[in-house]
């Protein structure tokens, strides 16, 4: 069982940067991928940012070049820097588990563990 807490929301503006946090119950490191999502009122939840257990990073279009997806394992903890922000930005921010290490070196798919969310409103 793997228990999510994001954090670090809050109301930003314009041009301005946050840094979002997920804190994970158990070892990152036994999660084959740990991924940020978003979901912008009245829109589907997106893919925003994805970082895996070796360090691959993968980025929306949208957010390439302006969101940084880094994890440390000693802390158990996955950020999010997000620059430049703008208004397009303002959603519910989900931190998601994909890919959990079982007993024999194998990664289980069966489901995906998502946290609360944390709430970025970027407005002037």
């Known amino acids: 069982q793997v228990q999510l807490v994001e954090s670090g929301g809050g109301l930003v503006q314009p041009g301005g940067s946050l840094r979002l946090s997920c804190a994970a119950s158990?070892?990152?490191?036994?999660?084959?991928?740990m991924s940020w999502y978003r979901q912008a009122p009245g829109k589907q939840r997106e893919l925003v940012a994805a970082i895996t257990s070796g360090g691959s990073t993968n980025y929306a279009d949208s957010v390439n070049g302006r969101f940084t997806a880094s994890r440390d394992n000693a802390k158990n903890t996955v950020y999010l820097q997000m620059n430049s922000l703008s208004h397009e930005d303002t959603a519910v921010y989900y931190c998601?588990?994909?890919?959990?290490?079982?007993?024999?070196?194998?990664?289980?798919?069966?489901?995906?563990?998502w946290g609360k969310g944390t709430l970025v409103t970027v407005s002037s």
């Open positions: 998601n588990a994909h890919g959990v290490l079982g007993s024999g070196g194998t990664y289980y798919y069966g489901r995906d563990y």
């Open positions: 158990g070892s990152i490191s036994a999660i084959n991928t």
